[in-house]
């Protein structure tokens, strides 16, 4: 069975960094693409980055400038940097990767379980 798992969450200061991983039990390479979402108290699950199969990213406008999304190809790991860290990114942050199923001609999505990332004094 595919996995993802987040490593990395935890409690930081406004203006802290963090540093999220997401570990693939498989081959980056099987993915069309892997990210990260997040979901608020209250609040639906949204897209904070991303990063496809060819290395091409994209960013959430609200981490533009604050957040870097990266991969490593060897440890089939997608990482998050988190820097200049606001409460209002507070949030469960979720892995998420679009799994290639040649078996059906299509994908499955797979999430991790989430880590929880609070920012507060």
């Known amino acids: 069975q595919v996995q993802l798992v987040e490593s990395g969450g935890g409690l930081v200061q406004p203006g802290g960094s963090l540093r999220l991983s997401c570990a693939a039990s498989?081959?980056?390479?099987?993915?069309?693409?892997l990210g990260w979402y997040r979901q608020a108290p209250g609040k639906e699950r949204e897209l904070v980055a991303r990063i496809t199969r060819v290395g091409g990213v994209n960013y959430a406008d609200f981490v533009k400038g604050r957040f870097t999304i990266s991969r490593d190809i060897a440890k089939k790991t997608a990482s998050l940097q988190m820097n200049s860290l606001k409460p209002e990114d507070t949030a469960v942050y979720y892995c998420n990767g679009q799994l290639i199923v040649p078996s059906i001609k299509g994908s499955l999505e797979v999430w991790g379980q989430g880590t929880l990332v609070t920012v507060s004094l």
């Open positions: 498989e081959d980056i390479f099987r993915f069309n693409h």
